[in-house]
């Protein structure tokens, strides 16, 4: 079936109510940038942004049940492959996303043919993508070419250029908006062909799926690469939002498992968690941030990430399946929906 | 009728013990035929040879006139061989229409016609009425119904059952000889292993009787119930 064809079919699908309201908060969330000042404008973007990651990284561990710890790893690669091929080359972010993706979804299959050949799973599994993750940060801090430990830098420029992905907070919210719907879109759609169900089948019984004609193998290596290529993307947007890379932060386990958070607290496995596990965390994560800087009259690194860890234990303890499944419960829509 | 699977002179041994000892045997196209044998007599080692799960240590599978041993087994199930776990395995966080869409989905062209046809499957095996709970959520009886009807949807020419009957209370063990009876009549050739005697012997046209991984009997049921080897290791040697 064509993706066009399905996407109708998405929509057909969806109740009339839904999708509505779906409509209507993308509505809101496009013309919101006439109320938001620049720090709100800035707090959305990274909601946006980590509802994106969030959704990619859900790919491989929510539907297809692969723990990786090491997703900072195609961040990195892609904000680096962006950046680089900008200030040295002058090669734009829009073509840069093509060998970002590419090379992230090639780290991604390696990383997959190394776990899944050889039968490396569950924590050894998360353990390699970490061990990826970390040994590609030392590289990049030894690696002068590209600014090594002092890192990167983008320059800033004082005219906008959209396609360049050069301009203020309003464009980056707006890129970050359009990603985290595609998406959603995309998950959506993987979520309902033959793949989604394969992957479903290998996180529930990867034993019983082989039994029904599922190559194993093929389905997990399927996730790593949709999933990394996915965030890739997402890194590349990142850099060029943020004007710098440090190896020591872009590559940080610290990141990687902060990317996580939003779908364990939204939902694992279910499209919506995600994205409201973004909507719950960054908020509060940035309030946190700000209170404590005029408390303290300085900022102190890490406090947000002290209050993920706070968060994740009252999600699992209320809501142990995530805030979605907990919602959908109140708001009595069927099981096996979304 | 033409054979269908073929099983010759094959033998799997762990470390000193020979699990399966020199074992042939031969499914006909249509028919339901039956292993049996006590406890440890081999049968789940010769169903998972069977299965594409191990590869045995000598003899050759053959399966619709393709070697079928060392092959894995989604490739086997995409030849047309299905099988069922005897510790039954749903995808418990899924419902009962998405177990049966997954089994579905090998053959049919798009998730509509996979959806289509887990739908037929479910109502060919009383679950229907259940098709949106959560596998986890079903009783026993359901479950070993449901490993049936997923690995039934994946448009099987053999089914390989092993032990859909143990565990069972008499009335469910009937409801079940039915529906496999009715699954047979459509086309699907069976292979049984089994320990429940009473539904084996109203169920299968020829049965195989394993006693320590080796061959002692092979016939109807009449037969097979008549030969003093079986009677032997199934009753003791006193029974005679």
């Known amino acids: 079936m064509n993706p066009l064809a399905s996407l109708s079919h998405l929509a057909a699908e969806a109740p009339r109510r839904a999708l509505l309201l779906l409509g209507l908060m993308v509505a809101v969330l496009a013309v919101a940038p006439v109320m938001l000042d620049r720090y709100l404008l800035s707090v959305f973007f990274l909601i946006f942004w980590f509802a994106t990651v969030g959704q990619a990284w859900n790919i491989m561990m929510g539907f297809c049940g692969q723990l990786s710890l090491g997703h900072a790893l195609y961040v990195g690669l892609g904000g680096y492959i962006g950046a680089l091929l900008w200030v040295k080359f002058g090669i734009s972010p829009a073509i840069a996303l093509l060998p970002a993706v590419l090379v992230a979804a090639a780290f991604g299959a390696a990383i997959g043919w190394l776990g899944f050949r050889f039968g490396i799973e569950g924590v050894y599994f998360a353990l390699l993508t970490i061990a990826f993750a970390e040994v590609t940060r030392i590289g990049f801090d030894n690696w002068s070419f590209v600014g090594g430990a002092a890192g990167f830098f983008i320059p800033v420029s004082q005219v906008a250029s959209p396609i360049n992905l050069r301009g203020g907070p309003v464009l980056f919210y707006y890129v970050a908006l359009a990603m985290m719907v595609v998406a959603f879109v995309v998950c959506a759609l993987l979520r309902r062909s033959k793949l989604g169900h394969a992957w479903l089948a290998v996180r529930e019984d990867a034993e019983a799926a082989r039994a029904l004609g599922i190559d194993v193998f093929r389905a997990k290596m399927a996730a790593v690469i949709v999933s990394s290529a996915m965030t890739a993307v997402a890194g590349v947007v990142y850099a060029f939002y943020q004007n710098n890379l440090f190896p020591s932060q872009t590559f940080d386990i610290a990141r990687s498992i902060e990317m996580i958070l939003a779908p364990i607290i939204g939902g694992l496995g279910t499209l919506f968690g995600p994205i409201l596990g973004a909507f719950i965390l960054t908020p509060l994560g940035q309030m946190l941030i700000a209170l404590v800087e005029k408390i303290a009259g300085r900022a102190i690194p890490g406090v947000n990430l002290v209050f993920y860890g706070a968060a994740l234990m009252v999600i699992i303890w209320y809501a142990p399946n995530g805030v979605w499944p907990w919602l959908k419960k109140k708001l009595g829509i069927p099981e096996g929906r979304e | ?240």
């Open chain 2, 1 to 240: 009728m033409s054979v269908l699977l073929d099983v010759r002179g094959v033998t799997k041994r762990f470390r000193g013990l020979t699990a399966v000892d020199n074992v042939s045997l031969t499914v006909e196209e249509g028919e339901i035929f039956a292993v049996i044998g006590p406890n440890g007599a081999g049968k789940t080692t010769l169903f998972n040879m069977i299965a594409g799960v191990m590869k045995p240590d000598t003899g050759s599978i053959t399966f619709a006139g393709e070697r079928a041993d060392g092959i894995a087994p989604h490739e086997l199930c995409r030849r047309g061989l299905a099988r069922t776990f005897q510790i039954v395995r749903p995808f418990p966080e899924l419902t009962v229409l998405e177990n049966a869409t997954i089994g579905a989905m090998m053959r049919a062209p798009d998730m509509e016609a996979a959806r289509a046809h887990a739908g037929e499957v479910l109502r060919q095996l009383d679950l229907w009425e259940r098709r949106d709970a959560k596998a986890k959520s079903l009783t026993l009886p359901d479950r070993k119904r449901l490993e049936c009807a997923r690995a039934l949807a994946t448009g099987p020419r053999l089914l390989l059952l092993d032990e859909v009957m143990a565990g069972l209370r008499p009335t469910e063990v009937d409801r079940i000889v039915a529906i496999l009876r009715e699954i047979n009549r459509s086309g699907v050739t069976i292979l049984l292993i089994e320990h429940v005697m009473r539904a084996t012997m109203a169920l299968a046209g020829r049965i195989h009787v394993l006693h320590h991984g080796a061959t002692i009997a092979e016939g109807t049921p009449e037969e097979v119930t008549r030969h003093p080897k079986v009677l032997e290791s199934y009753l003791g040697a006193e029974a005679l």
